[in-house]
Nanobody, 122 residues
Framework: QVQLVESGGGLVQAGGSLRLSCAASGRTFSSYAMGWFRQAPGKEREFVAAIKWSGRSTTYAVSVKDRFTISRDNAKNTVYLQMNSLKPEDTAVYYC???????????????WGQGTQVTVSS
């Protein structure tokens, strides 16, 4: 069982930066791949980024590649999402999630946080 709690969301102007954190409980955190997803009003939840349990492999959605960076600290049971050059279209609730397999498929993620709101003003 893994419990996830996101933090770090907020209101930022276009072009600005935010860093989201996701704190995990449970001794098996380091064995899970971790992902970030987001959901904008009226839209389906979509993949943003994922990182392998080791941290050695990452993958990103095309829309955020080269602007967002996912990382993890297994000693702190925490995964991060550094978001730079934010755009109004990045506005959404951001969720972290844990999966036994690494990838971008939402249905393969077993555990989810409650989400944190990110709002980017133009």
């Amino acid at each position: 069982q893994v419990q996830l709690v996101e933090s770090g969301g907020g209101l930022v102007q276009a072009g600005g930066s935010l860093r989201l954190s996701c704190a995990a409980s449970g001794r098996t955190f380091s064995s899970y791949a971790m992902g970030w997803f987001r959901q904008a009003p009226g839209k389906e939840r979509e993949f943003v980024a994922a990182i392998k349990w080791s941290g050695r492999s990452t993958t990103y959605a095309v829309s955020v590649k080269d602007r967002f960076t996912i990382s993890r600290d297994n000693a702190k049971n925490t995964v991060y999402l550094q978001m730079n050059s934010l755009k109004p279209e990045d506005t959404a609730v951001y969720y972290c999630a844990a999966a036994r397999t690494y990838g971008n498929v939402l249905s393969e993620y077993d555990y989810w946080g409650q989400g944190t709101q990110v709002t980017v003003s133009s």
